[in-house]
């Protein structure tokens, strides 16, 4: 069984800050749990699939991060707890619904978990998911470590039940990948089933019932306050002995760089932490503030607590100086580590440079190791045929997946990105206004989770071009999660699929195609023919991800190939127009590495000459 779920209560388990999270909402007693996979987020879904049975919750992956919020929302306003995980920019996908259910609140405890993602480790922004705390009105929690992950998920519960009020609980890419001990206690079974008792005046949100319900929320948001004012998430620590002079005050995984800074300066000072962020706990900082001459504020990405502790000063006349992004000693993009706060904290505090920690000096010529396709991606057929149909003299149009990665060389097949789903709105944009044709790439998962409607406005509006629906099968990036089109749902075996094909003619689409990824020269020929119409057409390219694929007895999809040496010309077509990680090339010498080579076979068509061979 899995630890999350078998741990002892009293005993200390190591756990990522994400399963933390899964075994505080297993304590806390939730009863449904629903999530669209997203790093940093995933493994709190993918914990809690694999313990729901067991556990006796209902846990799905939902279409996207809207129905997800949605469903726990039903369930929640219905009496029981539930929690709904997403990565930062899921929560832009939830937030229509979010913003009005801190209107109505919940009977239930409701807990959303956002992972944000500093540096766009896997993103494609690095937006700081306080503002929707202060825009929404949602009390928050930041933990900062898998200890606290744990604690503070059961908490939230807790005050959104007293409350009657969604809470946000906002972990970023170290926190939730972090793994530390954490000390668990009790599991709770929380009821399967809760009648939901109807109220209109309240979850029915007209105009005349959500202007008084925003009262509502106002007036709860004042009783939040109070709790965090003595919340034991939210307090001094003294480091080195302290100081009346010197202090700091730093939320999340900004206050472990911040307390590791001033031990390595050997600085004395007191540390404000503030784990229960929103509402501000206004007396607990304005009492910080006056017992100190000099205060920095850390924190990641946007400076929202040093506006908020600036506005104090002000509206108090509190003599402090307060010292942070605002006027430039830390950065505000990006996240932060050790060193960067050190040296915050020396140009803050007047120090030397004694006691900055010595770099470990990296030869500045270490080759590149960027990130690229598997062995044997069907993205990788797809994306040598589109090249060898269009000569790239077309527009890409890309989305959010394992296939942006064609936006590097050799295939160099993304020209534009914005955010989940925007591949299809976006290319009836630049067929509208360019005289190139257009080429829209979207995933499977991707297609049911925002392309769509896209596509119904693209056949509605009569644009022109081609769609291609990569479907490999699975949502294969965030960690082959399940989607309505996969075929498969280990968690709910009665679950229907969805054919793609169909939802496409549902659409509106007439010229549909279905071809194999791995077939290089049909898919060459399917979609110069799709180009050549006069209206949307849609190619699902389909080959099920390498990584979960069928293998047989030695490992292989079908079965290795090699290069022979002797009927290779050199061409490097192999290299430079088709990408593959088990094919090398060493003193324009090309190989294929057995031990990485998956056997789809696809290099073999590629080459021209005909020297990569099946190995016998």
Not at 83 to 110: C, E, Q
Not at 222 to 229: D, F, L, P, T, Y
Not at 456 to 467: D, E, G, I, P, T
Request: with cysteine; proline share 5%.
């Amino acid at each position: 069984m899995d630890k999350v779920l078998s741990a002892e209560p009293g005993s200390k388990i190591l756990l990522l800050g994400n399963e933390a999270i899964a075994r505080g909402a297993l304590e806390a007693g939730i009863s449904v749990a629903t999530t669209y996979p997203g790093t940093p987020a995933s493994e709190i879904g993918d914990t809690l699939a694999r313990v729901a049975k067991d556990a006796g919750i209902y846990f799905e992956y939902s279409v996207n991060e809207k129905v997800a919020a949605e469903i726990a929302m039903g369930a929640a306003a219905s009496g029981v707890r539930a929690i709904v995980s997403m990565k930062h920019v899921g929560v832009n996908v939830a937030a229509d619904p979010l913003m009005t259910f801190a209107y109505t609140g919940t009977r239930g405890g409701f807990v959303l978990v956002t992972a944000d993602d500093p540096s766009c480790h896997s993103s494609q922004n690095e937006q700081d998911n306080r503002y929707y705390s202060l825009l929404g009105g949602f009390p928050l929690f930041e933990p900062a470590s898998p200890q606290e992950c744990y604690e503070m998920t059961k908490k939230a519960f807790e005050i959104s039940e007293k409350l009657e009020q969604p809470v946000m609980l906002r972990t970023t890419t170290r926190v939730s990948h972090v793994r530390g001990p954490v000390n668990v206690g009790e599991i709770i079974q929380g009821p399967k089933k809760k009648e939901f008792v109807k109220d209109p005046t309240r979850f029915v949100t007209v105009p005349a019932v959500a202007r008084v319900r925003h009262l509502v929320l106002l007036e709860q948001l004042k009783k939040a306050q109070e709790i965090a004012e003595v919340s034991e998430f939210n307090k001094s620590i003294r480091i080195n002995g302290g100081s009346e002079k010197h202090g700091m005050i730093a939320s999340s995984v900004a206050a472990n760089y911040a307390s590791d800074a001033a031990v390595n300066l050997s600085l004395s000072v007191d540390l404000l932490k503030l784990g229960f962020s929103n509402p501000l706990p206004v007396r607990k900082v304005t009492e910080f503030l006056k017992s100190h001459e000099i205060v920095t504020v850390v924190e990641e990405l946007e400076p929202i607590l040093e506006t908020a502790i600036r506005a104090i000063i002000q509206r108090d006349g509190v003599k402090t100086k307060v010292v942070g992004k605002l006027d430039g000693v830390f950065p505000r993009a990006h996240e932060l580590d050790q060193d960067i706060v050190a040296k915050g904290l020396r140009n803050a505090f007047g120090l030397g440079s004694a006691g900055d920690r010595k770099k470990c000096e990296l030869p500045e010529d270490l080759p590149k190791r960027p990130p690229v396709l598997c062995a044997g991606c069907p993205h990788s057929a797809t994306y040598f045929a589109v090249n060898k149909a269009t000569n790239k003299k077309a527009i890409f149009a890309s989305d959010i997946g394992c296939y942006t990665l064609g936006v590097a060389p050799p295939y160099s097949t993304a020209d534009f990105l914005v955010c989940m789903g925007s591949s299809v709105g976006t290319a009836g944009g630049l067929a509208k206004v360019n005289d190139l044709p257009v080429i829209s790439f979207i995933g499977d998962s991707t297609f049911f989770h925002s392309g769509i409607p896209g596509l119904v406005n693209a056949v509605h509006q009569r644009h022109k071009f081609l769609l291609m629906i990569l479907d490999n099968r699975t949502t294969a990036m965030t960690g082959h999660q399940p989607h309505p089109g996969s075929g498969k749902d280990p968690l709910n075996p009665d679950a229907i699929s969805l054919p793609i094909e169909d939802v496409v003619k549902g659409c509106g689409v007439k010229w549909i195609r279905t071809v194999d990824s791995y077939g290089v020269s049909l898919m060459t020929e399917t979609i110069k023919e799709a180009l050549a119409q006069d209206s949307i057409t849609v190619i699902i390219a389909r080959r099920e991800c390498a990584l979960i694929a069928k293998r047989d007895e030695k490992g292989a999809i079908i079965k290795k190939h090699f290069i022979d040496q002797a009927d290779c010309k050199k061409c490097r077509t192999c290299v430079t127009k088709f990408q593959c990680p088990a094919i090398s090339s060493v003193d324009k010498v090309q190989t294929i590495d057995e031990a990485q080579c998956a056997g789809c076979g696809v290099c073999a068509e590629v080459c021209p000459y005909k020297a990569i061979k099946e190995v016998q």
